[in-house]
């Protein structure tokens, strides 16, 4: 289990070169380990899948439920299980969009303690190796936020300089952007974040005035451009730009498909491609046939496996299925 924060205050001092945070007075929320087994196709492997569900520090408040205040005696409770009861809230209200944002957290708070847990208990070398033996896919921007929590923890729990912790950072994370749809490409208010998030606002607006400064040395005078790759969107209210946030954290980018990745390139990430030649790759998304054929469709399996004379073995080799050209035309194996 780890604690989980929310809302406080900072209180900044200095340490060497860089400004830490002592971030206190939170909302505290335990996050609680699940792991489910994900077993491979025909193999001993099995891989672990560890979820989270979040749960209060105090369950039952004895004194309000005695003075007859009996929702309050579970209020903290309900309010800490909320988080993980339902993924996705609707968030077209300002309560909603704080779920939301709290969820995101929540999740990646917890599983960036787990990671940075495992790496010390194998490795008392500052962090000089994690960078090498930890990768962390964005997938989407959902968990965008993870990468300004890394550069928290590092900075002002493990006490790493603003340089080091920024190297790790963009060595960790890569950025897997799904659609060009604005659903992909969330947005959240500043006020929000410095309310629940109040660290972690700070730190948003260091990495932009770093980033700033240097696009205003490769684009000076050019404020209309600066504005519009800035991870702050200007306006009522300010929003961060979770999408621009990411590319500027991470040190790869990919679309999943060659045709999206192209239109990335040539739309909406046109000048962060101008910028960071090479950053923004194609990755195709794959399936496995094992999954989404063999086990969801037994009756089509069990055709291509006749068809391919009576073996399975298209199942782990897919390049087989090249074999079914000769059928193309083949009225009975269309039907």
Request: aromatic share 12%.
């Amino acid at each position: 289990m780890y604690d989980v924060r929310f809302y406080g205050t900072v209180t900044n001092y200095q340490s060497g070169s860089t400004q830490k945070g002592n971030w206190g007075n939170c909302q505290k929320v335990k996050a609680m380990a699940y792991d489910t087994p994900i077993p491979g196709f025909n193999t001993y492997n099995t891989n672990n899948l560890r979820l989270w569900k979040s749960r209060s520090d105090n369950s039952f408040d004895f004194t309000k439920f005695n003075s007859s205040d009996h929702y309050g005696a579970i209020a903290e409770r309900q309010n800490a299980e909320y988080i993980t009861s339902v993924l996705y809230p609707n968030d077209s209200t300002d309560a909603g969009k704080e779920l939301r944002l709290k969820q995101q957290y929540f999740f990646c708070s917890a599983s960036l303690y787990d990671i940075i847990r495992r790496y010390k208990m194998n490795h008392n070398d500052q962090f000089a190796k994690f960078a090498d033996l930890n990768k962390i896919q964005l997938n989407d921007t959902h968990p965008a936020i993870s990468t300004v929590e890394l550069l928290r923890i590092l900075i002002d729990e493990e006490d790493l300089s603003f340089e080091k912790a920024w190297d790790i950072v963009y060595n960790v994370f890569s950025y897997t952007n799904h659609t060009v749809l604005p659903e992909a490409l969330e947005k959240w208010s500043c006020d929000l974040i410095e309310n629940l998030l109040p660290r972690h606002m700070q730190l948003i607006y260091l990495i932009n005035f770093i980033y700033i400064t240097k696009l205003k040395q490769k684009y000076p005078g050019d404020n209309e451009k600066i504005g519009r790759m800035s991870l702050i969107e200007e306006g009522y209210p300010k929003k961060v730009r979770m999408a621009y946030l990411s590319i500027v954290c991470s040190h790869t980018v990919n679309g999943v498909a060659a045709l999206h990745s192209h239109l990335l390139k040539i739309t909406l990430f046109k000048e962060f491609d101008e910028l960071y030649p090479g950053k923004l790759q194609n990755k195709t998304n794959g399936v496995t046939p094992r999954r989404w054929i063999h086990c969801c469709n037994p009756e089509l399996s069990n055709l291509l496996s006749e068809t391919l004379g009576g073996v399975d073995e298209w199942i782990t080799s897919l390049d087989n299925l090249k074999q079914l050209q000769a059928y193309s035309n083949d009225q009975n194996f269309i039907n």
